[in-house]
């Protein structure tokens, strides 16, 4: 028999914790473990921290996030003097997706910087240099501008843009902070698929004008048009695979929840009934409910953590179920956050993915200390000690 007992580091007294380890309060605790009582056999220190209280949110944004630099969109050939097509752009290598950081050795901003440098450069009878981000390689190209008898400019035969805009759901504001975290998954360009690497962005609430149903096969969404008359606004500070973070500029009033509401951990999160808030017209928001039909805690890198099915009759007759623009969509479950929507199953729209909310917190830094990994698969095997301390554990 393995016994576990547990006390603080000042030394007090030690006292059997039998199936369960329950902190009340944070600070610095240590548990020893003994076989039979009488062998120790190892002394484990927690830092215990308190879960951060949050406000849901499930409020419509709008979203524009400005790259760092100008990205590749496709090509457009250049009609020259002499009549023929050309695209020197692509001649010289370049690549729908790649990131333009800079032309001539200036930082390239927008797309009208570049437009700039590179008239400069074709009635200058020279190449522009660019530097290029493709996929985490720098790269050099030179390329000469051609005079587009149609457009009376130079070109090199690129279309490219500088900022992305979309329309999703607010997941969570901290109040002591502001910071909050939304969509639940990166922001891809749509025309290139590729994550947008962020340089800034701004957030604000939008206005649900319609929504189109989903149906099998065929993904519905959101119609949204920017509130400018919203309180709701904010930074867009990062782009992550677990969403994007960033501070409001004030607090708005909720108004479903008067408090905060506790983040849940991965462990407290089940399968059953839960709530999920998001708009449907306006900037009404609204709770239906969901059921968490299965968890997956061993998926390493989130957006699928959970499995949800649409149960309330209004949202699936209004919507088909899960639709774009829903994705940050929080979901509660035993007054907990325990997560956000982020996907919609393609063939079955009343199911979809979402995150755990212990993801997003963790990501924005509003959770501190590590995260508790799975590890009874692959090279991280525990021993039967490990394995029965790091479940005998409970948090609240």
Do not use: W
């Not at 499930?58 to 695209?87: C, E, F, P």
């Not at 149960?311 to 007759?317: F, I, Q």
């Not at 199953?345 to 212990?358: C, D, H, L, N, V």
């Not at 995260?371 to 029965?388: C, D, I, N, Y």
């Amino acid at each position: 028999m393995v016994l576990v007992t547990a006390g603080d580091r000042g030394g007090g007294e030690s006292q059997p914790i039998g199936k369960g380890l329950r902190f009340t309060a944070p600070g610095t605790f240590q548990a020893r473990v003994a076989l039979h009582g009488l062998i120790p056999l190892k002394t484990l220190v927690f830092e215990v921290r308190p879960v951060p209280r949050v406000y849901p949110g499930g409020q419509a944004v709008g979203l524009l996030l400005h790259a760092k630099g100008v990205i590749v969109i496709g090509y457009a050939d250049v009609i020259a003097t002499d009549g023929s097509r050309v695209s020197p752009a692509a001649r010289a290598g370049l690549m729908v997706g790649d990131l333009i950081l800079s032309i001539d050795g200036r930082p390239a901003t927008s797309d009208q910087v570049v437009k700039e440098a590179i008239c400069r450069a074709g009635r200058e009878g020279r190449p522009v240099v660019l530097q290029v981000n493709r996929r985490g390689r720098l790269l050099r190209f030179e390329v000469q501008p051609r005079l587009c008898r149609r457009a009376g400019c130079y070109r090199i035969g690129l279309l490219i843009r500088d900022a992305t805009a979309g329309v999703g759901t607010l997941t969570f504001y901290h109040p002591e902070t502001r910071l909050y975290g939304a969509l639940g998954h990166v922001v891809m360009d749509a025309t290139t698929a590729h994550p947008v690497e962020l340089a800034k962005g701004s957030l604000v609430e939008a206005f649900i004008q319609g929504v189109r149903p989903g149906e099998k096969g065929k993904p519905g969404e959101k119609i949204g048009v920017i509130n400018e008359n919203s309180s709701l606004s904010g930074t867009i500070e990062s782009n992550t695979e677990y969403g994007i973070f960033g501070h409001l500029n004030r607090l708005p009033e909720h108004p479903l929840f008067k408090a905060p509401i506790p983040v849940a951990l991965a462990h407290q999160v089940h399968p059953g009934r839960a709530q999920m808030l998001t708009v449907l017209a306006g900037n009404r928001l609204e709770s239906f409910d969901v059921e968490i039909q299965r968890l997956n805690p061993f998926y390493d890198r989130g957006k699928k953590d959970l499995i949800i099915r649409v149960t309330d009759p209004r949202l699936l007759h209004f919507t088909g179920g899960i639709i774009q623009g829903m994705s940050g969509s929080p979901l509660i479950q035993d007054g907990r956050l325990v997560g956000a929507v982020t996907h919609v199953f393609i063939s079955t729209p009343e199911k979809g993915y979402g995150i755990f909310a212990e993801r997003m917190v963790r990501a924005c830094g509003l959770l501190a200390f590590p995260e508790a990994r799975p590890t009874f698969f692959g090279k991280h095997r525990p021993s039967l000690l490990q394995a029965v301390v790091k479940y005998s554990i409970k948090q609240e």
